[in-house]
């Protein structure tokens, strides 16, 4: 019988004698979402977005409705969650809807100029990853999705 290769036990990657945090996987994905972020910044500022404010239009487009959904999806604390907030709903691109079970609670959604804008936001998103991933096959790219969410299932 053969084990999957979720079960089967492996030594650990990483020693402490050896270990370099600047080249470890943690160390890397801090770079490159970093330089990632640089590189959307500078993508999306002829919309007047910074890219911390395209992931949370991110989230809105994707189903997210509230500050506490989007505080735990982008671990952001609720304060600057509601700056934030304050800042899209400023820009017309998201807009507070009352909740139709319980008027205490706001929900929120893309405006009509914020979905309208989103696709345009997404291109350039696209554009970014895609010089990042200059060089790489479908295969190695799907391979690294593949891996980084195994990842996250690891917790």
Not at 53 to 58: C, F, G, P, R
Not at 69 to 94: F, H, N
Not at 111 to 120: F, I, L, R
Request: hydrophobic fraction near 40%.
């Amino acid at each position: 019988m053969v084990e999957s290769v979720d079960t089967v036990e492996r030594p650990e990657v990483y020693d402490a004698k050896t270990y370099n945090p600047k080249q470890s996987i943690g160390g890397l994905l801090s770079r490159v979402k970093l330089k990632l972020m640089e590189s959307l910044e500078a993508e999306l500022e002829p919309f007047g977005i910074t890219a911390a404010q395209y992931v949370i239009l991110v989230n809105l487009a994707s189903g997210v409705d509230s500050a506490s959904g989007l505080c735990r999806s982008v671990s952001y604390d609720p304060g600057a969650m509601t700056r934030m907030i304050d800042r899209l709903q400023k820009k017309r691109l998201v807009r507070r809807v009352p909740c139709s079970e319980d008027r205490r609670v706001m929900r929120l959604a893309l405006s009509d100029e914020g979905k309208a804008m989103y696709p345009q936001l997404v291109e350039r998103a696209a554009k970014v990853l895609n010089a990042s991933l200059r060089g790489f096959s479908q295969d190695e790219v799907r391979q690294l999705e593949r891996l980084l969410n195994r990842m996250l299932e690891n917790g």
